[in-house]
C-alpha cells in the first residue's frame, strides 16, 4: 500500500490515503457543483484503498449537507480547507480532496469534469458505494 498524508492548514484534520493504484491509474475528478467549484476540489478515491480521517478537537471540524443530503462535506471550522466527503449512510465510503494532500502535486492528472445533478438519490448512492473508498474517522 501507498499512503499519501496530509490534512488541513491548521492540523486539527489529518488524512491518510491508502491505495495500492499507481497514480497514473487514480482518476482525479472535478466535480462540477456550486461547492466543489467554489473550493477548486480535485477529488480522489480508491474503492479498494481506505482513506483515515484523524480530527484532534471535534469541535472544530465542520459538516456541511446540501442538495440530496447523501454526503458530510467535511471542513475545519479553524482554518477553513475542504478535506473530504463522507456518505451518510451506514457503510461510510469517502472521497479525498488531493489538495490537501501534502504530495498533491503528484497528482497531476487533467481533472475530469464531473456533473452529478441529474441523478436521483438512489443513483447517487449506487455511484459512490460503486466509486468512493471506505473510511475510518477517529477523534483523538
Known amino acids: 500500500m501507498t499512503m499519501h498524508t496530509g490534512g488541513c492548514h491548521c492540523g486539527n484534520i489529518c ?3 491508502e491505495t495500492e ?7 482525479v475528478r472535478a466535480c462540477q457543483c456550486s461547492f466543489c467549484v467554489k ?3 480535485r477529488a480522489v478515491a480508491d474503492p479498494d484503498g481506505r482513506l ?3 480530527v484532534k478537537d471535534s469541535a472544530r471540524l465542520r ?13 475545519c471550522g479553524e482554518c ?11 457503510d461510510a465510503r469517502a472521497i479525498v480532496i488531493i489538495n490537501a494532500l501534502d504530495d498533491q502535486k503528484q497528482f497531476n492528472q487533467k481533472p475530469i ?3 452529478f445533478d441529474a441523478e436521483s438519490k438512489a443513483q447517487r ?16
Do not use: C, K, N
Not at 448512492?125 to 483523538?140: D, G, L, N, T
Open 63 to 75: 459538516r456541511y449537507r446540501f442538495g440530496l443530503s447523501t454526503a458530510d462535506y467535511l471542513i
Open 80 to 90: 477553513g480547507v475542504y478535506v473530504a466527503a463522507i456518505t451518510a449512510d451506514d
Open 52 to 54: 483515515i480521517i484523524s
Open 15 to 17: 488524512l491518510t490515503f
Open 39 to 41: 473550493h477548486g476540489s
Open 125 to 140: 448512492q449506487a455511484r459512490r458505494r460503486a466509486r468512493w473508498m471506505p473510511v475510518e474517522v477517529s477523534f483523538e
Open 21 to 27: 493504484l499507481d497514480l497514473s491509474q487514480i482518476e
Open 113 to 115: 469534469p464531473a456533473d
